[in-house]
């Protein structure tokens, strides 16, 4: 939590003076915060059951450590570190998509990756994790609630900040000079390669509209067959003005089954 303190300080300090310099941490530093986190079981049957495959390689993780790798890819040429999931409408599976390619970049040796659920209209990544949070992001953002206590580890690589009640100011805590500063603080600190934010409905609510001058980039997730193409190129155009659109995912579409050798010249 001190650390964290520091970071933020100097994270205001920064910002304050208008610079864009990084603050250097050391990796035994930030080897020994990660382990600050208390580790996590999960259910691997639970996961699999809401849709999460991606904890090993198989035929079922293929299509999200294709888009895990084109994530990596895409974030290390244009050194982004912080891309949100981000949706026109509700229920086109921005959360399923945010779990499984968690669990598909913790695979990868040496690569950090911190989730947030900033869906905090409607907080949900509790539910597919299997774990009931007693702590909340606003309260960790306002310095009630030390980080450590609110943070999950998943293995050496992966860790969660999740919620289980909905934050009433949700929208003027995630365009706050404070979240900006916390999350300062956070990649100072814990140094991660990746921070994914998982956000509400672009068209329920502001949240996310204001959440997106704090990442690199937005990844937008439509759903096959229902979301409308020109839904899509509205959304697409509105997220262009306020970030970098790192691409649109397809999701929940039918294909022939890859493993099926019939089709497999097709796939
Ligand atoms: N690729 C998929 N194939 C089939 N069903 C899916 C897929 N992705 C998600 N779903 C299902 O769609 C529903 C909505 O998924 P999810 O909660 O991830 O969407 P969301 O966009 O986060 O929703 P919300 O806007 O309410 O936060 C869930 O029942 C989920 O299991
Ligand atoms: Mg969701």
Not at 60 to 65: E, I, R
Not at 159 to 170: E, M
Not at 262 to 267: D, E, P
């Amino acid at each position: 939590m001190e650390n964290l303190q520091i970071a933020i300080e100097k994270a205001r300090a920064s910002r304050e003076e208008h610079t864009t310099q990084s603050l250097a941490t050391s990796p035994l530093s930030v080897e020994h915060s990660w382990h600050s986190f208390p580790e996590l079981a999960i259910d691997p049957a639970m996961l699999i059951a809401k849709r999460i495959t991606t904890q090993k390689s198989n035929a079922q993780s293929s299509h999200y450590d294709m888009l895990r790798t084109r994530i990596r890819d895409q974030a290390k040429k244009n050194d982004w570190r912080r891309i949100a999931i981000v949706s026109a409408g509700p229920q086109v599976g921005k959360t399923t998509t945010l779990a499984n390619l968690a669990f598909s970049f913790a695979r990868l040796p040496y690569y950090k990756t911190m989730v947030f659920d900033f869906d905090l209209r409607r907080p949900s990544l509790q539910h597919l994790i299997g774990h009931n949070p007693s702590t909340q992001i606003d309260d960790v953002v306002a310095g009630k609630t030390p980080i450590e206590a609110h943070c999950r580890r998943i293995g050496d690589n992966l860790a969660f900040s999740l919620n289980a009640q909905h934050v009433a100011n949700s929208a003027e805590l995630l365009q706050s000079d404070g979240m900006s500063d916390f999350l300062s603080g956070v990649q100072e600190t814990y140094d991660p390669e990746l921070m994914l934010f998982d956000t509400p409905p672009l068209l329920a609510a502001d949240d996310t509209r204001g959440f997106l001058s704090n990442v690199d980039a937005a990844l937008l997730i439509v759903e096959a067959e229902r979301t409308p193409i020109d839904q899509i190129d509205v959304v697409e155009q509105q997220l262009s003005e306020l970030t970098n659109v790192l691409g649109v995912v397809l999701n929940k579409c039918n294909y022939p089954d890859p493993t099926s050798s019939a089709n497999y010249a097709y796939y």
